[in-house]
């Protein structure tokens, strides 16, 4: 199985700060991995996938970046609405996995 | 609207078996796979299983942590995908998500989640 570690597991930002999450692959899975964001008590929601392509309706302050073994979801701007915990989930091969997420909280 | 609502959560004994339900609206059902996903509390995600599409033979995959326990299956007739869950464990408790996936594989409707308790 393919393993998603993310980085940090949590981290405390201010409005307005440029936010950095990276997620490691145990193996190389092209560009074949998106990015989720969840709220308290609400499903998950895809913001990015094939690695760098912006799901329709997510504000363009999200971008993603990587290929291969390492990815990095970026947050331009922290918006008070950003405040959420992020995975990322690789599609490369079966079993489909999740990272173990990383929480932003507000500073 | 398109949306996917699951059903059948409750409480149940270890060793027990219940049945989720997911009803699909607003999109042509039988062209996605669809995939359970589930989320232990105050844990992450985990994928569960996948059902292809009528053009893939509805074939299924799951997760070592529930094959041979668990079995998905869909009536494209009836917009539905189902989940039995056979000799559940306590760490099988969780909310339990419905998730259309996209033509090149990502998870892109996601239910409210129905939640099954094994105590």
């Known amino acids: 199985d393919i393993q998603l570690t993310q980085s940090p597991s949590s981290l405390s930002s201010s409005v307005g700060d440029r936010v950095t999450i990276t997620c490691r692959a145990s193996q190389g899975i092209s560009n074949n991995l998106g990015w989720y964001q969840q709220k308290p008590g609400r499903a998950p929601n895809l913001l990015i996938y094939a690695a760098s392509t912006l799901q329709s309706g997510v504000p363009s302050r999200f971008s993603g970046s990587g290929s291969g073994t390492e990815f990095t979801l970026t947050i331009s701007s922290l918006q008070p609405e950003d405040f959420a915990t992020y995975y990322c989930q690789q599609r490369h091969s079966y079993p489909v996995t999740f990272g173990g997420g990383t929480k932003v909280e507000i500073k | 609207e398109v949306q996917v609502v699951e059903s059948g959560g409750g409480l149940v004994q270890p060793g027990g078996s219940l049945r989720l339900s997911c009803a699909a609206s607003g999109f042509t059902f039988s062209d996605h796979y669809m995939d359970w996903v589930r989320q232990a509390p105050g844990k992450g995600v985990e994928w569960i299983g996948r059902a292809r599409n009528k053009a893939n033979s509805h074939t299924t995959e799951y997760a070592a942590s529930v094959k041979g326990r668990f079995t998905i299956s869909r009536d494209d007739s009836k917009n539905s995908l189902y989940l039995q869950m056979n000799s559940l464990k306590t760490e099988d408790t969780a909310v339990y998500y419905c998730?259309?996936?996209?033509?090149?594989?990502?998870?892109?409707?996601w239910g409210k989640g129905t939640t099954v308790t094994v105590s």
């Open positions: 998730v259309r996936v996209t033509t090149n594989y990502y998870l892109d409707v």
